[in-house]
């Protein structure tokens, strides 16, 4: 089983940068595709980034191409975020996943965090 815990999370104003880190442990960590969502309030929860170990291969979702970049370390069991050009609009509670397979719906990743805020203010 794996276990995530998400941190990185806070307020920052309209166009500014922010990164967020995942840390993740269990016996298959290193092997997991690992993954971002999103969730604001009232709204489904929003694929945001994923990528496979290494991070040879990775996607993104529509809202943030160009704007945000996911990366891994797998030495140090860490995900991370990197999120540029922030607007109002992405404004969510982040959070990381963990799957055997890179996916970009939730059904693809039974590991969960308990998701950080992000908030961005004009």
């Known amino acids: 089983q794996v276990q995530l815990v998400e941190s990185g999370g806070g307020l920052v104003q309209a166009g500014g940068s922010l990164r967020l880190s995942c840390a993740f442990s269990g016996r298959a960590d290193r092997t997991y595709a690992t993954a971002w969502f999103r969730e604001a309030p009232g709204k489904e929860r929003e694929f945001v980034a994923a990528?496979?170990?290494?991070?040879?291969?990775?996607s993104y979702g529509d809202s943030v191409k160009g704007r945000f970049t996911i990366s891994r370390d797998d030495v140090k069991d860490m995900v991370y975020l990197q999120m540029n050009s922030l607007n109002v609009e992405d404004t969510a509670v982040y959070y990381c996943?963990?799957?055997?397979?890179?996916?970009?719906?939730?059904?693809?990743?039974?590991?969960w965090g308990q998701g950080t805020q992000v908030t961005v203010f004009a």
């Open positions: 996943a963990a799957g055997p397979v890179v996916g970009m719906t939730r059904i693809y990743y039974g590991n």
């Open positions: 990528c496979n170990r290494g991070a040879t291969t990775s």
